[in-house]
Antibody, heavy 119, light 109 residues
Framework: EVQLVQSGAEVKKPGESLKISCKGS????????IGWVRQMPGKGLEWMGI????????RYSPSFQGQVTISADKSISTAYLQWSSLKASDTAMYYC????????????WGQGTLVTVSS | QSVLTQPPSASGTPGQRVTISCSGS????????VYWYQQLPGTAPKLLIY???QRPSGVPDRFSGSKSGTSASLAISGLRSEDEADYYC??????????FGGGTKLTVL
């Protein structure tokens, strides 16, 4: 069974750093792209970027380029999304999901990680 | 404003057929597959339709998708109370990024 399990909710202050994770199981983690999607409170889904764990090839949406870093550790089948300096506007639910293939969209989703940034 | 345009809301009564539209452009819907996701309150999105009109295992055949040119639509027949959710269309864009519609909130009256 394909599963993506994300790390737990986080509460951070503005300016702090953060790294959240997404662990895949039940399939060949290095053979599928992983995508990250943001959902701000009461809003829709936004595409952030994708990574291919096999070789760490990473593609960012222009809106998120330079704002976050996507990485992966294939030895532990885990992808990451990180911030170096959080802002209040980063408060959102973040989902990881598996791409069917490059040029296609997402099939299996993680449960989401709620990130709250507040002073 | 999303590049893929959906109506913000839709509604229907139990048993009715409801359709949700999604409009894009030649660089996304016009040249790539369309996908539909269902997001029930407080849960992660779930794949409902892939490759324009294919249903993953376990998705009832009450749900169907279609695409024509740069537009697509999701149809739900035999509407049920548990179909009340947010629905998102999505497509790959030739700029090498995925795109989502703004979402449609479906209310079952």
């Amino acid at each position: 069974e394909v599963q993506l399990v994300q790390s737990g909710a986080e509460v951070k202050k503005p300016g702090e750093s953060l790294k959240i994770s997404c662990k895949g199981s039940g399939y060949s983690f290095t053979s599928y792209w992983i995508g990250w999607v943001r959902q701000m409170p009461g809003k829709g889904l936004e595409w952030m970027g994708i990574i291919y764990p096999g070789d760490s090839d990473t593609r960012y949406s222009p809106s998120f380029q330079g704002q976050v870093t996507i990485s992966a550790d294939k030895s532990i089948s885990t992808a990451y999304l990180q911030w170096s300096s959080l802002k209040a506007s980063d408060t959102a639910m973040y989902y990881c999901a598996r791409l069917i293939s490059l040029g296609e969209l997402l099939d299996y989703w993680g449960q989401g990680t709620l990130v709250t940034v507040s002073s | 404003q999303s590049v893929l345009t959906q109506p913000p809301s839709a509604s229907g009564t139990p048993g009715q057929r409801v359709t949700i539209s999604c409009s894009g452009s030649s660089s996304n819907i016009g040249s790539n597959y369309v996908y539909w996701y269902q997001q029930l309150p407080g849960t992660a999105p779930k794949l409902l339709i892939y490759r324009n009109n294919q249903r993953p295992s376990g998705v009832p055949d009450r749900f169907s998708g279609s695409k024509s040119g740069t537009s697509a639509s999701l149809a739900i027949s035999g509407l049920r109370s548990e179909d009340e959710a947010d629905y998102y269309c999505a497509a790959w864009d030739d700029s090498l990024s995925g795109l989502f519609g703004g979402g449609t909130k479906l209310t079952v009256l």
